[in-house]
C-alpha cells in the first residue's frame, strides 16, 4: 500500500513538472508503465491539446503504441532483433479499397470524423441540424468545405456540410483572406452569428497543430534527400558522388565530417527513379530505359552509402507503385534489389526512429496548395507544407492534381503531430520549425529537365538538410567539378 502510494506521488511529481494533474483512474493507468515513464511523459505532454488534467482518454493513443511497439518489434523489416524503427502507420500490406461509391463514402467519413474529432478540442460545434434549431444566436459548427466563393459585394460565402446537412457562413474584412483559402474538403470549424439561414463568421478554427509544441532532441543526425530521379539523363552525377563522398569522410571540412559522423539516418522521401510512361516521350529524356533497370541502378548508388546509416525509401509518382495515394512501399521486385541498410515504406508514412516521430510524404498535394493560395510559391516550398500542418491533411484539396485511393480510413490525415515532417517533389529546398515541428522540402538530385524549363520550374538541386542533435538544421550544397 505505502510502495504504491509513493509510485502515484513519484507520477504525480514528474508530471507537475511538466505543469499538468494526472486524474487518479490515468495514474492507475501509468503504474504498468513504470520502466517507460521518464521515455513516456514528454510524449504525453505534447500530445495534450491544452486540457491540464491528463485523463486515460489522453493517455491511451500513447500507451497502445508502446504495447504495439513491443509487438511490432518482430515484424517491423529490419535486420537487428530489436529495431530503433517503428512504423506508425503505413498503407503497405493493408490497402483494401476498390474505388467504389462505398469506398468514397467510407472515405470521407473517415477524413470527416477524424479532423472533427480534432477540432472538438478547440469548440463546441453542434450538428449542422442542429443549427437551425439552436435559441442563442451564437454558433459553432464543424464541417467538410463544400464551396467558396466571392460574392458580389466582395464578401467569402463558404458552404460547408457534415452528415446531418449544408449551412453557408460570410467572412468579411480580414476573415475573408482567410476564407479564400479554403479548400474543397477540407474540414473546419467556424464560429459566429446566425443570421438568417447563414452564419456571419467571426473565426475560422483550423484542426492545426497545438502551440505548446517544442522541438525535438536526439544524440543522432538524420539527412533529408529526395527525387533522385535514378535513370533520368538529368540526374546529377557527380554532385551525387561528391555528396556519397562526404557520407564516407572523403571530403569536407572538419565540422563537415563531424556532421558525417553523426548520421545515423538518410530519409529518401520519394522519386527514387524517373520511371518510365510518367509523361509524353519521357524516353527521350531516359539513360536507363527500363524500370527495373532504374532499380538496379538506385540501388547501387545508394549501396555507396555507409552501411552503418540506415536508409528509409518512401516513393513518389515517379516509382513503380500505383499512382493514387497512399501509396504502398516499392514491390519486392524492386525493394529486394537494395542492401540490408535500405527500408522500403510506402507514401505517406509515419514513423519513430529512436523515438522521433517522423513523418514522410513526397508532396504531391504541393502543387495544389501552391497553385490554390496566391502567396505561396515554390522557391518556398515549407510555407506550403505548413499549410497541411495547420489542415491536419497531407492532401486538403480533393480532385486536384494529387489522386488519392479512397481507402477506408483517411490515411492522410495527419492524427499525430509528428516531430519532423519530410517532403520532396517540387525539386525546391526550404526548412522551417512551426509549432516545434521541424518542415523540410529536400529538393532533387536532377538538373531543370526540358519540361520544367517549359513550366518556368526552377529545381534547387543537391541541397542537402541535416537535422543534427541539438535540434539544428545543417543545409549543405554538392556542386560537382
Ligand atoms: O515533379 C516535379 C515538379 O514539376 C513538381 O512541382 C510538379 C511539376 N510538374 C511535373 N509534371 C507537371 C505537369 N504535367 N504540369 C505541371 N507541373 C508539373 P515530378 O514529380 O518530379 O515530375
Ligand atoms: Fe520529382
Ligand atoms: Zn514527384
Given at each position: 500500500m505505502v510502495i504504491k502510494d509513493i509510485e502515484s506521488k513519484l507520477i504525480i511529481t514528474k508530471f507537475a513538472m511538466h505543469g499538468y494533474n494526472v486524474h487518479p483512474s490515468a495514474i492507475e493507468l501509468l503504474k504498468e508503465f513504470k520502466e517507460e515513464l521518464d521515455e513516456l511523459i514528454p510524449k504525453i505532454c505534447s500530445s495534450l491539446d491544452g486540457n491540464f488534467i491528463i485523463t486515460p482518454d489522453d493517455l491511451r493513443p500513447i500507451l497502445n503504441k508502446v504495447k504495439k511497439r513491443e509487438k511490432n518489434v518482430q515484424t517491423v523489416t529490419v535486420k537487428k532483433p530489436k529495431s530503433e524503427i517503428c512504423i506508425l502507420k503505413d498503407v503497405t500490406g493493408s490497402s483494401a479499397c476498390e474505388g467504389n461509391v462505398n469506398d468514397f463514402i467510407a472515405y470521407f467519413n473517415s477524413r470527416f470524423e477524424k479532423l472533427s474529432k480534432i477540432l472538438k478540442k478547440r469548440?463546441?460545434?453542434?450538428?449542422?441540424?442542429?443549427?437551425?434549431?439552436?435559441?442563442?444566436?451564437?454558433v459553432e459548427v464543424i464541417g467538410m468545405v463544400k464551396e467558396v466563393r466571392e460574392t458580389q459585394n466582395g464578401n467569402a460565402l463558404v458552404e460547408i456540410e457534415d452528415n446531418t446537412g449544408?449551412?453557408?457562413f460570410i467572412a468579411t474584412g480580414k476573415l475573408k483572406e482567410t476564407a479564400l483559402e479554403l479548400m474543397g474538403d477540407e474540414v473546419i470549424g467556424v464560429s459566429g452569428v446566425l443570421k438568417g439561414k447563414n452564419i456571419i463568421a467571426d473565426r475560422i478554427i483550423f484542426p492545426d497543430v497545438p502551440l505548446n509544441g517544442k522541438k525535438k532532441k536526439s544524440d543522432f543526425s538524420i539527412v533529408?534527400?529526395?527525387?533522385?530521379?535514378?535513370?533520368?539523363?538529368?540526374?546529377?552525377e557527380k554532385e551525387w558522388d561528391l555528396f556519397v563522398k562526404w557520407l564516407n569522410f572523403e571530403v569536407g571540412n572538419e565540422k563537415m565530417r563531424e556532421v558525417a559522423e553523426s548520421v545515423k539516418y538518410i530519409v529518401l522521401a520519394g522519386d527514387v527513379v524517373d520511371g518510365v510512361g510518367i509523361y509524353p516521350n519521357q524516353d527521350k529524356d531516359l539513360t536507363i530505359l527500363d524500370v527495373y533497370g532504374q532499380y538496379e541502378e538506385a540501388a547501387s548508388q545508394i549501396d555507396k552509402i555507409p552501411k552503418r546509416i540506415k536508409v528509409i525509401i518512401s516513393p513518389g509518382n515517379h516509382d513503380a507503385v500505383r499512382q493514387a495515394e497512399p501509396q504502398p512501399a516499392l514491390l519486392k521486385d524492386f525493394s529486394s534489389l537494395f542492401s540490408n541498410n535500405v527500408i522500403n515504406v510506402g507514401n505517406p508514412s509515419m514513423m519513430e526512429l529512436n523515438g522521433l516521430k517522423l513523418l514522410i510524404y513526397h508532396g504531391r498535394s504541393i502543387d495544389d496548395i501552391i497553385t490554390k493560395i496566391p502567396r505561396l510559391d515554390y522557391s518556398k516550398p515549407h510555407e506550403a507544407m505548413i499549410e497541411l500542418l495547420k489542415?491536419?491533411?497531407l492532401a486538403p484539396m480533393y480532385g486536384g492534381r494529387s489522386p488519392i485511393a479512397p481507402e477506408k480510413e483517411d490515411y492522410l490525415v495527419i492524427d499525430e503531430i509528428p516531430d519532423i515532417l519530410h517532403s520532396g517533389h517540387v525539386h525546391t529546398y526550404?526548412?522551417?520549425?512551426?509549432?516545434?515541428?521541424?518542415?523540410?522540402?529536400?529538393?532533387?538530385w536532377q538538373a531543370q529537365t526540358e519540361f520544367q524549363k517549359k513550366v518556368n520550374l526552377n529545381p534547387m538541386p543537391c541541397n542537402v538538410a541535416v537535422y543534427t542533435p541539438n535540434g539544428e538544421v545543417v543545409r549543405l550544397k554538392f556542386y560537382g567539378s
Open positions: 469548440l463546441s460545434g453542434v450538428s449542422i441540424s442542429n443549427v437551425k434549431k439552436l435559441r442563442s444566436e451564437n449544408t449551412i453557408r533529408f534527400i529526395s527525387d533522385t530521379h535514378f535513370g533520368s539523363k538529368e540526374f546529377l489542415r491536419r491533411h526550404g526548412t522551417s520549425f512551426y509549432r516545434g515541428v521541424f518542415v523540410v522540402n529536400s529538393s532533387t
